[in-house]
């Protein structure tokens, strides 16, 4: 079984940053791909920004240039800076791993979600 544990979602005024962490534990041999995603209230959740294990990275084109993606791989860790935050980034935001257990056996795991909220 694997652990994600979000960190780092608050309150913020339009214009500026935060950055979210996530850090996963357990049954872990090696990870893949990390991502984020965000999903507002009745809507389907989506892809904000994922990186691999080469650090090749992916944006969802509405906040490309304001957020940054990274992954420490000795923490097991991936980040989020998200920089010049808008009204419209108010969602709350998930983390998602996809990694490989002792077993061999391929995972995904979420985390329970953290909340970003940006003030106008």
């Known amino acids: 079984q694997v652990q994600l544990v979000e960190s780092g979602g608050g309150l913020v005024q339009a214009g500026g940053s935060l950055r979210l962490s996530c850090a996963a534990s357990?049954?872990?041999?090696?990870?893949?791909?990390m991502g984020w995603y965000r999903q507002a209230p009745g809507k389907q959740r989506e892809l904000v920004a994922s990186i691999t294990s080469g650090d090749s990275t992916n944006y969802a084109d509405s906040v490309k240039g304001r957020f940054t993606i990274s992954r420490d791989n000795a923490k097991n860790t991936v980040y989020l800076q998200m920089n010049s935050l808008k009204p419209e980034d108010t969602v709350a935001y998930y983390c998602?791993?996809?990694?490989?257990?002792?077993?061999?056996?391929?995972?995904?795991?979420w985390g329970q979600g953290t909340q970003v909220t940006v003030s106008s």
């Open positions: 998602r791993a996809h990694t490989l257990n002792v077993a061999g056996s391929s995972w995904v795991s």
């Open positions: 357990g049954n872990i041999i090696s990870i893949n791909a």
